[in-house]
């Protein structure tokens, strides 16, 4: 698996501002060119997630948001886009229906993966055991504290992707990239495709990250533009969002839709 650099994963959650709107969200950035979505399903007592998230998910769940509406957004998208989606969420959700149970479902309705962050290698509930009899691939979480033994418990996994937390804390505070930090040399080269966030607000952060990662995941700044949108008289979300992923992308950093994995 090479980490050749495709673009940007773009964070949003179902149910956000509501279930119609939230299709709206999934469109915008699918056609402001976004190589992945990853989409959050709510839960009401996350671990990592900023204010900005945090508040995105408290409107999702007092509004009424099930687990099956994201799944059926998913089927939506794919049928609208062949942009890779993947799931993020957290334990509680996927022990909820069922660890086995709840990968076929989002195996059925198009996930191309799955990112439970609280659900590690060795702790995971026999999550890792079902992405690979469903083929569809569990993507890990490190940041840069991981302990020597987590990291190589981690690897031995072989995971198809790695998502990397740039520094260690919640979403939505900015993250100063150095390309010579000892963390992003070791993640660019592995092996396996390294999603790369936490903090990437701006297209120079972008910038700085095209070489050495597979695809630089974006987050708060795509909620806040939703729910910018929400308080102001213009509440095209669509076009927000299309041309924010389209600003982020940047100068000489051509993304490229993805088909087939």
Not at 241 to 259: E, M, P
């Amino acid at each position: 698996m090479k980490n050749q650099t495709v673009g940007i994963m773009a964070h949003m959650v179902a149910g956000f501002p509501d279930n119609k709107k939230s299709f709206d969200v999934a469109r915008g950035l699918i056609d402001g060119n976004a190589s992945y979505l990853e989409i959050q399903f709510p839960f009401s007592d996350p671990s990592a997630d900023g204010p900005i998230i945090q508040t995105a998910c408290s409107i999702a769940l007092e509004s009424g948001f099930r687990v099956s509406d994201g799944f059926g957004l998913i089927e939506k998208i794919r049928k609208y886009s062949t942009t890779p989606v993947f799931i993020m969420s957290y334990g509680s959700i996927v022990f909820s229906p069922g660890v086995k149970n709840f990968v076929r479902m989002a195996k059925e309705a198009g996930a191309g993966g799955l990112i439970i962050p609280d659900l590690m290698p060795g702790y995971d509930e026999d999550l890792y055991a079902a992405g690979r009899e469903m083929d569809i691939p569990i993507v890990p979480v490190i940041t840069p504290t991981v302990r020597a033994e987590r990291y190589e418990r981690i690897l031995r996994e072989s995971p198809e992707y790695l998502y990397a937390a740039l520094r260690v804390g919640i979403t939505g505070e900015k993250t100063i990239i150095n390309k010579e930090d000892l963390f992003i040399k070791k993640i660019s080269s592995l092996p396996c495709r390294i999603l790369a966030g936490f903090g990437i607000k701006t297209p120079q952060q972008v910038e700085q990250l095209k070489n050495l990662v597979h695809a630089v995941v974006i987050g708060s700044e795509f909620v806040k533009t939703v729910i910018n949108a929400e308080n102001s008289a213009d509440k095209d979300i669509y076009r927000r969002l299309r041309d924010k992923i389209k600003w982020l992308n940047g100068a000489g950093f051509q993304q490229k839709r993805l088909t087939g994995l």
